[in-house]
C-alpha cells in the first residue's frame, strides 16, 4: 500500500532562515514523488518532482528537495524562507509500477514570520 | 490563459439535488482527474480518465459519476446530494499519468 506521512502539521520559521518541510513515504518499489504548494483559495500548484537520477531535486521558488531512499524521506527545503513562502505544501508519492493513484499526505502549513 | 479551468466556483445547493460540475484543461494533456479536498485540507483522489477511459475509479459513492466529452473536458455530475458532500473539488490534468499534475481552483461545494 502507499502511503504519505507529513508529520508536522504547522512549522513556523523567521523571515530569512532556512526551512525545512517534512515528508516520508511508504510504496512498494521505486516511487516518483512529488511536492505540491496550495495557497488560500487555490488550486494546488506543482513545485518539484523526483523520478530517478540526482538525489537533490531543485524546483519552482527556490524550494529543493532530497529524495533519500534509506529513510523513505523527500523533505522539501529553501535556504532563506521568504513571507510569501506562507502557503500548504503537500507531500504526495505514486509507484513506477501498477495503480495510477497520486496519494497526497495531510499537508503543512507553513508560516513565515517577518 | 487558463490552464486548467472549473465552473462554478461556489455552489450552494439543497439537500437531495443533482448538480453537475464542468472542467476543462487547454493543456493538451491526456489525463484528467477529480479530486475531493474536505474540511481538514486532506485530498483524495476520486477519479481519473485517461484518453477519455477511465483509468481510476476510486470506492466513491457511485452517485458521483465522471463524464468526459471530449480529452480537453472531464466534468463530475452528483446526483441526490448530502451534506457530507460538501467540500471542495478539484480538477487537475498531466500529460501522462506518471508526470506533473496541473490543478483548477477548485470548485466549493456547500450542501445544505
Known amino acids: 500500500a502507499q502511503s504519505v506521512a507529513q508529520p508536522e502539521d504547522q512549522v513556523n520559521v523567521a523571515e530569512g532562515n532556512p526551512l525545512t518541510v517534512k515528508c516520508t513515504y511508504s510504496?512498494?518499489?521505486?516511487?516518483?514523488l512529488f511536492w505540491y504548494v496550495q495557497y488560500p483559495n487555490r488550486g494546488l500548484q506543482f513545485l518539484l518532482k523526483y523520478i530517478t537520477g540526482d538525489n537533490l531535486v531543485k524546483g519552482s521558488y527556490g524550494f529543493e528537495a532530497e529524495f533519500n531512499k534509506s529513510q523513505t524521506s523527500f523533505h522539501l527545503k529553501k535556504p532563506s524562507a521568504l513571507v510569501s513562502d506562507s502557503a500548504l505544501y503537500f507531500c504526495?508519492?505514486?509507484?513506477?509500477?501498477?495503480?495510477?493513484?497520486?496519494?497526497f499526505g495531510t499537508g503543512t502549513r507553513l508560516t513565515v514570520i517577518p | 490563459d487558463t490552464a486548467v479551468s472549473q465552473t462554478p466556483k461556489y455552489l450552494v445547493t439543497q439537500m437531495g439535488n443533482d448538480k453537475s460540475i464542468k472542467c476543462e484543461q487547454n493543456?493538451?494533456?491526456?489525463?484528467m482527474y477529480w479530486y475531493k479536498q474536505d474540511s481538514k485540507k486532506f485530498l483524495k483522489i476520486m477519479f481519473s480518465y485517461n484518453n477519455k477511459e477511465l483509468i481510476i475509479n476510486e470506492t466513491v459513492p457511485n452517485r458521483f459519476s465522471p463524464k468526459s466529452p471530449d480529452k480537453a473536458h472531464l466534468n463530475l455530475h452528483i446526483n441526490s446530494l448530502e451534506l457530507g458532500d460538501s467540500a471542495v473539488y478539484f480538477c487537475?490534468?498531466?500529460?501522462?499519468?506518471?508526470?506533473?499534475?496541473?490543478f483548477g481552483p477548485g470548485t466549493r461545494l456547500t450542501v445544505l
Open positions: 510504496v512498494s518499489g521505486n516511487p516518483y
Open positions: 487537475a490534468s498531466s500529460q501522462i499519468p506518471e508526470s506533473e499534475q496541473f
Open positions: 504526495a508519492v505514486r509507484a513506477l509500477t501498477g495503480a495510477n493513484n497520486l496519494f
Open positions: 493543456l493538451g494533456h491526456d489525463t
